[in-house]
Nanobody, 127 residues
Framework: QVQLVESGGGLVQAGGSLRLSCAASGRTFRLYAMGWFRQTPGNARECVAAINRSGGSTYYADSVKGRFAISRDNVKNTVYLQMNSLNPEDTAIYYC????????????????????WGQGTQVTVSS
């Protein structure tokens, strides 16, 4: 299992941008597919973006397509979520998640598929 630590959350005005980072421990980060999820009170945790081991395949929820971009650096053991054109509906706690996979081309977007989670970082978008 990898240990995950998110950073980069905060308060931003509508229309602004933030970049979240998720640093992973260990030397096998390249063997993990990664995902970014978000959750608001009373709602299920939803995947907003996911990426395969190499970074060549990505998934985005419809609500963030064209605004968010997921990427990873397998040398720095870090996955990123660039969030642009933020709106108040993006306000949530954002979580990084990791899943070991032997399949280099696969990404995952169901929370049940992930075994390692970060502690979350709050993103608040004011109107």
């Amino acid at each position: 299992q990898v240990q995950l630590v998110e950073s980069g959350g905060g308060l931003v005005q509508a229309g602004g941008s933030l970049r979240l980072s998720c640093a992973a421990s260990g030397r096998t980060f390249r063997l993990y597919a990664m995902g970014w999820f978000r959750q608001t009170p009373g709602n299920a945790r939803e995947c907003v973006a996911a990426i395969n081991r190499s970074g060549g395949s990505t998934y985005y929820a419809d609500s963030v397509k064209g605004r968010f971009a997921i990427s990873r650096d397998n040398v720095k053991n870090t996955v990123y979520l660039q969030m642009n054109s933020l709106n108040p509906e993006d306000t949530a706690i954002y979580y990084c998640a990791a899943r070991y996979t032997p399949y280099s081309g696969s990404y995952y977007y169901m929370k049940e598929d992930f075994g390692s989670w970060g502690q979350g970082t709050q993103v608040t978008v004011s109107s």
